[in-house]
């Protein structure tokens, strides 16, 4: 099969995000800012995330698989710390308080929005 004879039908498409123009969203919480890259309404979502230096994601719980790799600088809880360049993942039920001591940009895959226990809604969330 030749490269011109695909052809998918609308609802299969690819859709192509241009991140590097979207503007920068503001969050519930101060010093952090995002980018939606993809959500659903299964509460699936992809979030490119800046944080500036000493910036807090407040106590919440992962709901589901998070997935995150680090583009820039470092994001810390009480478990450790990922770095430029590298990649943690938690399991739903994980508990934790993340911070960002220099700054940091990633790119953050969740199966469902968080649980944060001061009743934030999370940014997928309704």
């Known amino acids: 099969m030749t490269t011109a004879a695909v052809k998918n039908p609308p609802e299969l498409m690819s859709t192509f995000v241009d991140a590097a123009t979207m503007p920068w969203q503001p969050t519930a919480f101060d010093g952090i800012e995002m980018k939606m890259l993809y959500k659903d309404d299964q509460g699936r979502s992809t979030i490119l995330f800046k944080m500036a230096p000493g910036a807090v994601v407040p106590l919440h719980e992962h709901t589901d698989l998070e997935q995150t790799f680090m583009l820039e600088g470092s994001l810390a809880d009480h478990e450790g710390e990922v770095t430029a360049g590298n990649f943690v993942w938690r399991p739903g039920g994980n508990v934790h ?14 199966n469902r929005p968080n649980r944060f226990f001061d009743g934030t809604k999370f940014f997928t969330g309704k």
């Open 97 to 110: 308080v993340a911070h960002a001591p220099h700054g940091a940009v990633f790119i953050s895959i969740f």
